[in-house]
């Protein structure tokens, strides 16, 4: 029904960039948002950023806010996280959602496989 495939990650430096992105195919339904979340070993999935469907309305988890933006292109069905400044706190995998609104992971209801982002010290 809906397939979201995230790329962009990495191994990066502390202080360098990185552009996540995610491409959906098929259809969402029953929101027009889109999120990404990310998850560290030993740890459980944490909310990162969402848009609406018309990009006018984002919001950020405290810990990335001024570092990471989020965009969407919706004539390419695409989401996309730029994230600088990268810290060694930001390591985990990064994974797109759809079809949700909120915070928490179970407001979503389709994932990406994720993309692994590694920043060494």
């Known amino acids: 029904q809906v397939q979201l495939v995230e790329s962009g990650g990495g191994l990066v430096q502390a202080g360098d960039s990185l552009r996540l992105s995610c491409a959906a195919s098929?259809?969402?339904?029953?929101?027009?948002?889109m999120g990404w979340f990310r998850q560290a070993p030993g740890k459980e999935r944490e909310f990162v950023a969402r848009?609406?469907?018309?990009?006018?309305?984002?919001y950020y988890a405290d810990s990335v806010k001024g570092r990471f933006t989020i965009s969407r292109d919706n004539a390419k069905n695409t989401v996309y996280l730029q994230m600088s400044s990268l810290k060694p706190e930001d390591t985990a995998v990064y994974y797109c959602?759809?079809?949700?609104?909120?915070?928490?992971?179970?407001?979503?209801?389709?994932w990406g496989q994720g993309t692994q982002v590694t920043v060494s010290s």
């Open positions: 098929g259809r969402t339904f029953g929101s027009d948002v």
């Open positions: 848009i609406t469907r018309s990009g006018f309305t984002t």
């Open positions: 959602a759809a079809g949700g609104w909120g915070l928490a992971p179970e407001t979503y209801d389709y």
